[in-house]
């Protein structure tokens, strides 16, 4: 299976798509990891993105297609993948048809991962974790069984992530929407889309997304 998965921070799409990798055998298709990979590896087309980020500008499509096409040459691909962050353009998704065309291969789902902006930002804001062992906890749904004690490791120090607050939660919605909403359309079409509750507990998406996976 060949898949994209999209889903806006704190929706549980890494949470998914690692499950996925694990269980599957798939693999997450990241464009900043193999943009990375390449320019470590030296690659031809590393090479040429290396020279466009040490300029600070944007690395243009081709690039990325560039690099994309040679990680799917991999043996590995082959149990399937996750494509993550690409395509975020029509012309994108259209590059990527003919890519995948080329290759012999093809999309089989873009599964999106729905969810309420209000909840999404009441689960993320809310988030907290132990500074010592990392447990996550939350100010209403998680709280430790003792005031201001880690329930795993005993330690009084807690921590949050700058970024988990409302403002910068509704800030990354609005870059997503702005982001994915014009590919959509353009999967729609072909019949290729599949709606899950991101907002389910995560064994219900597991399962939801199993579920098309397996039809």
């Known amino acids: ?3 994209i998965l999209l889903g806006p921070p704190g929706a549980g799409k890494g949470t998914q798509a690692q499950m996925l990798v694990e269980e599957r055998g798939m693999v997450q ?3 900043g990891d193999m ?9 031809p087309i590393g090479l040429q993105a ?3 980020m040490a300029s600070g500008a944007l690395v243009s499509d081709d690039i990325v297609n560039g690099i994309l096409s040679e990680r799917l040459d991999a043996d ?3 149990r399937g993948f996750i494509l993550d962050g690409y395509p975020r353009t029509p012309a994108q998704a259209e590059a990527l048809d003919a890519l995948l065309a080329e290759k012999g291969m093809h999309l089989d789902y873009v599964i999106v991962l729905a969810v309420d902006e209000d909840a999404l930002v009441d689960r993320i804001s809310g988030r907290f974790s132990c500074a010592k062992c990392g447990a ?17 490791c005993g330690s009084t120090e807690f921590k949050r992530r700058p ?16 982001k994915t909403a014009p590919i959509l359309p353009f999967y729609e079409a072909k019949g290729l889309v599949r709606r899950v ?13 199993e579920g098309i996976l397996t039809t």
């Open 35 to 43: 943009l990375r990979a390449a320019v470590a590896a030296g690659t």
């Open 50 to 52: 290396k020279a466009v």
């Open 76 to 78: 590995d691909v082959r």
């Open 136 to 152: 996550g906890y939350h100010d209403r749904y998680k709280l430790p069984k003792a005031e201001g004690v880690c329930d795993v």
């Open 163 to 178: 970024d988990d607050n409302a403002e910068t939660v509704r800030t990354r919605m609005a870059e997503y929407r702005a």
């Open 197 to 209: 509750d991101g907002m389910a507990p995560i064994e219900d998406v597991k399962a939801a997304i």
């Open 29 to 31: 298709l990241s464009t």
């Open 1 to 3: 299976m060949n898949i």
